[in-house]
Every structure is written in structure tokens, then in C-alpha cells.
């Protein structure tokens, strides 16, 4: 059992960063690929980013490529989302999650989800 605790969300305006953090629990952590994802009002839960449990491997959405940095510390059971250049159309609350298996874009494949954080854009 994993549980996931995401916090750094807030309002920021167009072009500013921000760096969410999840908090897992439990001494498995480097057990598990980890992925961000968000989600819009109206919308489908969209894959943002994630990462290979060494933290070696890494993959994007489309969407934020170019902007958005994933990263994972295994000494502190945390994985990071660095956002920079944001958009308006990046407002979402944003969820981490954690997989037994290989990372994938598909929210079908993760095992452990946290609460979320909101992000907000202003334009």
C-alpha cells in the first residue's frame, strides 16, 4: 500500500513556474514507476508525465514537452513536477500516481492515486 500526498499546486500567472511535490508513504516507494496526470473541469484525466523507478527513464504528454520536468528523489519517497512557461490551458488539479509496473500514459495502469493539487493559470 502506497498512499500519495501531492502538494505545491497554487495561482500563478501566464509564463511564471511552479514545482508540485508528492509525498509517498511507506519504505517501497523506489518499488514503483510514478506519473503525473491532471485533470480540467469537463474534461478527461490527461497523462502529463512519468518516470522509471531509478528515475532514468522519463516520458511526457505533448502537451507540456519542452516545459515540464519530472523528477524523483528515492531517499525522500517524493517525485517532483517542475512547470515552467505555464498556460492558461494548464489549469487542472494534477494527481500523481504510482505503478507496480511500467509506466504508461494510461490511468488504467496505475495502482495508487493521490488527492490532487490545484493548478491555476491566469492569463
Known amino acids: 500500500q502506497v498512499q500519495l500526498v501531492e502538494s505545491g499546486g497554487g495561482l500563478v500567472q501566464a509564463g511564471g513556474s511552479l514545482r508540485l511535490s508528492c509525498a509517498a508513504s511507506g519504505r517501497t516507494f523506489r518499488s514503483y514507476d510514478m506519473g503525473w496526470f491532471r485533470q480540467a473541469p469537463g474534461k478527461e484525466r490527461e497523462f502529463v508525465a512519468a518516470?522509471?523507478?531509478?528515475?532514468?527513464?522519463?516520458v511526457y504528454g505533448d502537451s507540456v514537452k519542452g516545459r515540464f520536468t519530472i523528477s524523483r528523489d528515492n531517499a525522500k519517497n517524493t517525485v517532483y513536477l517542475q512547470m515552467n512557461s505555464l498556460k492558461p490551458e494548464d489549469t487542472a488539479v494534477y494527481y500523481c500516481a504510482a505503478d507496480r509496473g511500467t509506466a504508461t500514459i494510461y490511468t488504467r495502469d496505475y495502482d495508487y492515486w493521490g488527492q490532487g493539487t490545484q493548478v491555476t493559470v491566469s492569463s
Open positions: 518516470i522509471s523507478r531509478s528515475g532514468g527513464n522519463t
